[in-house]
T-cell receptor
Framework: DAGVTQSPTHLIKTRGQHVTLRCSPI?????VSWYQQVLGQGPQFIFQ???????GRGNFPDRFSARQFPNYSSELNVNALLLGDSALYLC????????????FGPGTRLTVT | AQTVTQSQPEMSVQEAETVTLSCTYD???????LFWYKQPPSRQMILVIR??????QNATENRFSVNFQKAAKSFSLKISDSQLGDTAMYFC?????????????FGKGITLSVRP
């Protein structure tokens, strides 16, 4: 079975631009969570979606948004990019809304110049 | 709010020896989960071991075991018979069951190097 997949692997953007990151969960998993991992730090929770509804939001500005599609895949959108948005963005999938078994994808490395 | 602290930024161990990674956390909750995740250079975060706070028995997974001290809010990971493939960043994480989501709160991580 395929694991969690994320695209693209790497991305370079300029300040002020917009970016869309994509995640496909493990087959059968209905929940997707997004995390931001700045170099040298632990991941920080951004969003969780379950059954296409937002179930949790971390302390991130409104420039960050996400959505989940009927096939449970998800997009993370970031508007008006800042240098500080440079990070590894991780997606994690789980079967349920409140699940302690979460499986992470390989991440998307975003560099903002 | 919950916090997770990993005060050792890096550690090194000889292959085949045992190493212990420390983690402390702060919460007012009585029911929660604690995790150790491994992140090798490939970046994929992999679950190593999980502990439910209501269980007194320490979790074990093959060469990996934890020392869970609930009163002290301490959750250390012991790796026995260290292997070169254990070289990675290790993150301690906390999850509070809310009935709403699966938010994980991570520590800053510790870089473990296994020497041949």
């Amino acid at each position: 079975d395929a694991g969690v997949t994320q695209s693209p692997t790497h991305l370079i953007k300029t300040r002020g631009q917009h970016v869309t990151l994509r995640c496909s969960p493990i087959s059968g998993h209905k929940s997707v969570s997004w995390y931001q991992q700045v170099l040298g730090q632990g991941p920080q929770f951004i969003f969780q979606y379950y059954e296409k509804e937002e179930r949790g939001r971390g302390n991130f500005p409104d420039r960050f948004s996400a959505r989940q599609f009927p096939n449970y895949s998800s997009e993370l959108n970031v508007n008006a990019l800042l240098l500080g948005d440079s990070a590894l963005y991780l997606c994690a999938s789980s079967f349920g809304q409140e699940a302690y078994e979460q499986y992470f994808g390989p991440g998307t490395r975003l560099t903002v110049t | 709010a919950q916090t997770v602290t990993q005060s050792q930024p890096e550690m090194s161990v000889q292959e085949a020896e045992t190493v212990t990674l420390s983690c402390t956390y702060d919460t007012s909750e009585n029911n929660y989960y604690l995790f150790w995740y491994k992140q090798p250079p490939s970046r994929q975060m992999i679950l190593v071991i999980r502990q439910e706070a209501y269980k007194q028995q320490n979790a074990t997974e093959n060469r990996f075991s934890v020392n869970f001290q609930k009163a002290a809010k301490s959750f250390s990971l012991k790796i026995s018979d260290s292997q070169l493939g254990d070289t990675a960043m290790y993150f301690c994480a906390f999850m509070k069951p809310t009935g709403a989501n699966s938010k994980l709160t991570f520590g800053k991580g510790i870089t473990l190097s296994v020497r041949p």
